[in-house]
């Protein structure tokens, strides 16, 4: 019989300043204001963007694995309104694998979007909704060539449960 821990997490609300170590979140700004640091800092010259509607069903709020891309910038954010939740570890390029144990979620709204910086390790969306429907901006290769996954469950046995209720 092999055993291993299910870790119970709470997603904060999200805030430009605790979502800092791992990207950024961009809110609405009034038409005509210049780019400044609030705007995402993008890096897609690796490749082609990528800018599309991705429909996610019954995502639910446990997963095992988490992921990182090393050569651009995801943007990501629900259409609708949709609150939804995402996990994050800090970059480790001087690591293949992530620190579990540091790993943090989020409860985003649906009036922002969230900018993940090179080497961020992610998970999500995650919601409870029967499906949510999201704009994603990355390469148009990512999923393909870009997309570096590590296996908490086989690696550290644990798998992470993010607890929605109050």
């Not at 640091?37 to 890096?43: C, K, R, V």
């Not at 908490?152 to 929605?164: A, F, M, P, R, S």
């Amino acid at each position: 019989m092999e055993t291993y821990l299910l870790l119970k997490l709470r997603p904060q609300p999200i805030t430009s300043e605790n979502f800092q170590p791992f990207g950024q979140v961009i809110f609405a700004a009034e038409d005509g204001k210049a780019y400044d640091a609030s705007d995402a800092q993008l890096e897609l010259q690796n490749g082609t963007p990528r800018l599309y509607i991705m429909r996610l069903h019954n995502r639910g709020t446990r997963f095992d694995r988490i992921t990182r891309h090393l050569r651009c910038t995801q943007c990501l954010g629900s259409l609708e309104g949709k609150e939804w939740l995402m996990a994050v570890a800090r970059p480790s390029l001087e690591s293949p694998k992530p620190d579990w144990e540091s790993i943090r979620a989020f409860r985003i709204p649906g009036n922002c979007f969230i900018k993940l910086n090179l080497d961020t390790w992610h998970t999500g969306p995650y919601f409870e909704a029967p499906m949510i429907d999201f704009y994603n901006l990355e390469l148009s290769d990512t999923n393909i060539v870009d997309h570096d996954t590590c296996n908490l469950l086989e690696t550290y046995g644990v798998e992470i449960d993010l607890i929605t209720t109050e």
